[in-house]
């Protein structure tokens, strides 16, 4: 386009795109500006929040994690534990985890298996350890150093008062202990002996599930043990606690192991009712277990694989048996091998009305053990004299104990 004059005027269109052109340009360039600069913002907040500012060349990311996530990871591996080296490998590893895993909730969750310490093992780091997790209310660590302190270290009094706070805690095992210790007056005289308050503890612990427990109920019921004789209900708590230890075996991790349940429901003999599999190691008090099962319902054809024994009666077998498997002179051991309780005093614990050599801190111990092993080892004896006192037999040739007017508690138990 000319003017008067003939000058040319540039096109609009052309100054327009090269208009759009420019801005573009200038946007690009703004954009890419901006973007880097948020780039590098990012890539250097990413590196403070993973690289912390800490002294020295190498960096541990362990000490970036917060107490709380630590102490709960404990309370999993505490809680979980098969044997007491997978938590106290923790314990040794570095200070932090040290002091972390002395943590009150962490000892407090500490499962039963932590505590299963074996009695060559035992030392005063260990018994601090079940004294600290004991402190942080551990039921566990109550019952298993209560159970030490009466039986191997003599300590009566505070034993007691562990296996009373964890009783108190409604723990099933020692209700069932102290049961047991008022049965015999253990840590005492016969006259301290209280069968009310057995049978009460008893009651308590078989109502939370307790196997033993129900089973000695049944045993007080039908023979008038410190309750009002009831042979009905007494027999029916003992088929209950058959079938409730048939229900736990059934359920347990036992089955999974490749044990077939096909041969506990097979029709054995009566005269042997077990089968013999694998000797087991020697029991203190002598003999020897060659079953693998224990055949609870055996009149029912039924061989029931014999319970796992807690983590505390197992330290006192094995304490025990490092001692020439004697508690003392003139005293002696539970002759059930899941049990390891001694005496506390001659003659306190009851004796087979057959043979006389064997004897037992309860009923429940004496006919798990009956039909473990002794049923095929039991010999009738002719007569056998206490040391303090005698027995005769009644007519229908079972042994019987005759009360005398001297001292001595070795009461007779009638096999089932």
Known sequence: MRTKRGLCYSRVVDV?????????????????????????AVVHRKRQRLSPEVVGESTDLFDSLPDDLVISILCKLSSTARCPSDFTNVLIT???LNGLAQNSLVLSKACQKTFAIKANNWSDSAHR???????????????????????????????????????ISSHAQALYSLAVIQFNGSGGS????????GVALCA????????????????????????????????RFLVQANARE?????????ASQGISTRSWLTWNSLTHPHRVTAPH????????????????????????????????????????????GT??????????????????RRHEFRRCSVCGAVNYCSRACQALDWKLRHKAECAPAERWLDEEGEVDVDADGDLNEVERGVEGDDDVIMDS
């Open 246 to 254: 048939l229900a736990a075996v059934l359920s347990s991790a036992a």
């Open 204 to 235: 308590r612990a078989a109502f939370l599930g307790h196997i033993d427990a129900l089973r000695e109920l049944g045993h007080c019921l039908q023979d008038g043990y410190g309750v009002r004789q009831n042979i009905g209900e007494g027999r």
């Open 190 to 197: 016969k006259n301290d002996k209280d069968l009310r308050a």
């Open 129 to 167: 350890f079940l004294k600290l997790c004991a402190d942080a209310g551990n039921v566990e660590a109550c019952y298993t150093l209560g159970m030490i302190r009466f039986y191997c270290l003599q300590n009566r009094g505070s034993g007691a008062s562990l296996m009373a706070k964890a009783a």
């Open 16 to 40: 327009c795109l090269d208009q759009r052109v420019a801005l573009k340009k200038q946007k690009r360039a703004h954009v890419v500006v901006v973007g880097q600069q948020q780039k590098t």
């Open 327 to 344: 508690p003392g002179e003139g005293l002696r051991l539970c002759s059930h091998v899941g049990c390891g309780r001694p005496e506390s």
């Open 94 to 96: 570095c200070k932090r």
């Open 281 to 324: 190691p020697p029991h203190p008090n002598g003999g020897q277990v060659t079953a693998l099962g224990c055949p609870l319902l055996s009149d029912f054809g039924c061989n029931v694989p014999a319970p796992e024994a807690h983590p505390a009666s197992r330290f006192l077998a094995d304490w025990f048996a490092a001692r020439d």
